[in-house]
């Protein structure tokens, strides 16, 4: 199967932008900021596992969700596209405030295409590779 490239993925932002905003709008936290599901946390690894999905229905594959400390904690997608590995996502800070554990969620959001983020992380790589490197799946095939 051909392998879509960052061009397509970022021609299906509507596609991505509307499964991260249907998270968003399922998540409810009342007057202390405390979400039954999520606690006090936020929703970047639900906004990430959906965006995967919208990933997965355009033809991309191997995508792999990568947690960091950075921002206060956040997760993020890497895919493996036609012309690179991109970082896939929308930034916390559009959506909530907070760091760490604590976040609350923005009144009234509304995502826009432009919301979400294709950066270029390297080069087109194998599919080997790119487990290897982003999934902690162990050495590839030699080559």
């Known amino acids: 199967m051909r392998k879509p490239g960052s061009s397509?993925?970022?021609?299906?932002a509507a596609l991505l932008i509307g499964a991260a905003q249907a998270v968003l709008d399922d998540w409810v936290q009342?007057?202390?900021?405390?979400?039954?599901?999520?606690?006090?946390?936020?929703a970047c690894q639900d906004v990430a596992s959906a965006m995967a999905g919208a990933l997965f229905e355009i033809g991309v594959e191997e995508v792999v969700e990568v947690y960091t400390e950075?921002?206060?904690?956040?997760?993020?997608?890497?895919?493996?596209l036609a012309d690179g590995v991109f970082r896939?996502?929308?930034?916390?800070?559009?959506?909530?405030?907070?760091?760490?554990?604590?976040?609350?969620?923005?009144?009234?959001?509304?995502?826009?295409?432009?919301?979400?983020?294709?950066?270029?992380?390297?080069?087109?790589?194998?599919?080997?590779?790119?487990?290897?490197?982003?999934?902690?799946?162990?050495?590839?095939?030699p080559f």
Do not use: C, Q, T
């Not at 397509?8 to 299906?12: K, L, T």
């Not at 950075?70 to 493996?80: I, P, S």
């Open 88 to 141: 896939v996502d929308v930034p916390p800070g559009v959506y909530e405030m907070g760091a760490g554990y604590v976040w609350r969620k923005r009144d009234g959001i509304l995502l826009i295409p432009e919301n979400l983020i294709l950066d270029r992380v390297e080069g087109p790589i194998s599919d080997e590779m790119f487990r290897y490197r982003y999934a902690e799946e162990g050495a590839p095939e």
């Open 8 to 12: 397509e993925v970022r021609a299906a």
């Open 30 to 42: 009342d007057e202390d900021g405390l979400d039954p599901e999520l606690g006090a946390g936020g």
């Open 70 to 80: 950075l921002d206060g904690g956040h997760v993020f997608l890497v895919a493996n």
